[in-house]
Structures are given as C-alpha cells and as structure tokens.
C-alpha cells in the first residue's frame, strides 16, 4: 500500500512539474502574461502557500514539493505580470505627457499668431462665417 501511495505522490509531482514548465518558459520566453488574469495569479499563489504549510505541518514531502513548484512557477508569471503592468503604465504617461507638450506647442504657436486660427478656418469648407467673424483673435483656447 505504501508503494502505490508513493507511486501516486511522484507521479502527481512529474505532471504538475510537466505543465508548470512549460507555462513558465513561455511567460519567459515572450516576457509577456498579458493574458493571464491577476486574480488567477493570487488564487494561484495564495492555494500553494496553504498547500506547502500543510505539507510542513503534517510532513508531507512529496506535498511539498509539488506545491513549491506551482509556487515557485506562479511567483516567476506574477513577477513577469507586475514588470509588464508598469512598463504599460509607463508607456501611458509617457504619451499622455507627450500629447499634453503637443498641446502646449500648439497654444504657445496659436498665441503667437493669432491670425491663424483664420487661416486655418478659410482652408477647409466650414460652418464658420469667417469673413463675418474676423475677430478670431478674441477667442480664448483653453482646451484643446
């Protein structure tokens, strides 16, 4: 009986380290776990913890090892997925700060040449009378 259960324990430890590495080295491989959930990561996490304290507390090793393998291999995604969050989130404001310095040039110009607005008006087929409204000048840009 001892043998069987042993049996099952490393079995069950080869399959879990079969799919583990596999998953791990693709997350790697495209340093990318856009499509892995967070809350999926936690759950992940979370379970081995309590799987692997278990394991301590009532010495079983082949328990162990299994679950500090899906620990070890969640803890590399969630790390990838942490590094892509903020590289995302940098990227983000780095062209919203670009955009908002686009704005900046475009006021900074438009105050400098305030006949322009015009200019630009009389260009394009619109509903703005120009010749009726000559005092663009007058109009205050505050948002563009």
Request: overall charge negative.
């Amino acid at each position: 009986m001892d043998e069987t259960i042993l049996s099952l324990a490393i079995v069950a430890n080869v399959c879990n380290f079969a799919y583990n590495v596999p998953f791990v080295y693709v997350v790697v491989k495209h340093n990318s776990a856009a499509n892995i959930s967070m809350k999926f990561l936690y759950l992940r996490i979370f379970g081995s913890i309590i799987w692997v304290l278990y394991a301590i507390f009532t010495i079983e090793l082949y328990v162990a090892i299994s679950n500090a393998v899906t620990l070890l291999s969640s803890s590399i995604i969630y790390y990838i997925k942490v590094k892509e969050l903020i590289r995302v989130k940098n990227k983000e404001e780095e062209t919203l700060n670009e955009t908002n310095d686009d704005k900046k040039k475009l006021l900074e110009i438009i105050e400098k040449q305030p006949d322009l607005i015009s200019q630009i008006l009389n260009s394009f087929d619109c509903d703005y009378d120009c010749e009726t409204n000559n005092d663009v000048s007058s109009l205050k840009i505050t948002e563009i």
